[in-house]
């Protein structure tokens, strides 16, 4: 597997004990999309979409390969735990799911401060790491 082999992650983050920022990223599309949802899924506010630069998507799968994003421990599930402490990824290769709670807190919030650098906006807290 190849980091430009990723088509699609799904970061899903706390905001605060209520509520979650689920920030959708296509990769191949070069697209993305912030949202805040309750602990159900429900929409509040509205979502932010926006479009991603070429070289931006490079420096973001090259930051990837620094975190050895790939070889980050695998969940058996794609759901949610009841309990999200701070963060967990969702990411697609060749039509594959895949999720992953990080190694460590600190890879998290690494992966974290560079989704927000890729996609130009803060979202989130990092109190939960």
Partial sequence: MY???IEYLLFTV???KNSIYDVGIDLKEREFRIETTDLYGHIQGTQIDGKLRRS???RFLSMLDELEFLSWPQRSQG???LDLKNATVMYNIDGKMK???GNSTKDLAKLHKAIEQLVGTTFGTYKYY
Avoid: A, H, R
């Fill in 3 to 5: 980091y430009e082999d």
């Fill in 14 to 16: 706390k905001q605060n």
């Fill in 99 to 101: 999720y992953t709670t």
């Fill in 79 to 81: 759901i949610l735990p």
């Fill in 56 to 58: 931006s998507v490079k």
